[in-house]
């Protein structure tokens, strides 16, 4: 029986030991990962991890935490429970992120969308404006009344150049067109989305974009006989009809890069901002409603990102006042469009 005790006892060390060996990675999530776009989009990047590294690490997250002060004892607590990277997934958690990773040197942490950085602290993003201009080229095409909406969320540089992109996108196919904007100053809040898209509709658009995290706006759209693009993730299920396409974010490669790079102590602070070119943002597949003439225009978008032959910011380009922004033959440069924040001519706030 002594042996039977010793051998159980060397088998919970050894358990204990590869439990101690495994790198912690913890998540700071927006929304519920069950919210079917931004936050799912990012579990689905955090399971990647977990099926890429198998025993070599270990994912926690924390889900539905505020962009406020309320997010750094959160944060800290994720480093105190032995986490060695941090992904904070959201632009609100900038600041947050830049305090907590001062006090835990030896942590290494990684913001999304955001621009602050430090030698523990990576940025990335995704270039969501390439998708934006495949989904106006749709909406511009598409549309009887000219008049697209695009329902938003806090006016932070990613929403207004998602704007931007889509308005500009739908001028190319229909130089009449105008966007109708609305701000709800949340990213994810199904009965605040679905009022603002009846506002939209209210005000005679007849496409409507979100850049928000529910598909709730799609089910209003559906229910109207209307038209709608996904958010982060396919949303096709919650409204067949209505749903054209979406724009997916696709996180799990960068994920597991920045994890494997943890395991082998090669970790740098860097920024990286990806798009269709490297498969971070990809658009999911067209609704039979979109005609082959469309679909083929906007299929030309997207190989023009990925091979550097489109750029829907490239001047002339005006802003809402009729102000000259990028003249003609110019193009914004990367470090323009992260920090942008007017919107151009044919943006009209709705609310």
Known sequence: MKGVGAAATLSMIAQMAKAEGKVKVGFIFLGPIGDYGWTWAHNKGREAIDAALGDKVETVYVENVAEDASAIPLIRDLA?????????????????TIQVASEFPDV???????????????????????????????????????????????????????????????QKQNPDAKVKLVM?????????EAAATDTLIN???????????SPAALQILEQKGLYGFGQGADMS???????????????????VQRA????????????????????TVVIS???????????????AVQAGWKD???????GPIYDQDGNLKVKEGETMTLADLAVIDWFVKGVESAA
């Open 184 to 192: 709800i100053d949340s990213w994810f809040d199904p009965p605040k």
């Open 80 to 96: 105190n429970q032995g986490c060695k990277l941090i992904f904070t997934c959201s632009y609100g958690y900038m600041d947050q």
């Open 285 to 299: 597949p067209y609704n039979k409603a979109v005609p082959a003439d469309v679909a083929a225009l906007a299929d």
């Open 108 to 170: 290494k942490f990684e913001h999304c969308t955001g621009f602050k950085r430090a030698d523990n602290v990576s940025t990335y993003n995704s270039k969501f404006h390439e998708g934006r201009a495949v989904l106006g080229t749709i909406a511009g095409k598409m549309s009887k009344s000219g008049v697209l909406g695009y329902l938003g969320s806090y006016k932070v540089p990613e929403v207004v150049l998602g704007v931007n992109a889509f308005c500009l996108a739908a």
């Open 260 to 279: 494997q790079a943890i395991v082998d102590s090669t970790w740098k602070s860097e920024d990286t901002w990806d798009g269709m070119k490297e498969g």
């Open 237 to 255: 299920s919650f409204a067949p009809n209505a749903h054209l396409t979406a724009i997916e974010d696709i996180w799990g490669p960068y994920y």
């Open 308 to 314: 550097g032959t489109y750029d829907i910011f490239k």
């Open 203 to 213: 005000l005679g658009c007849d496409v409507v974009t979100t850049h928000t995290d």
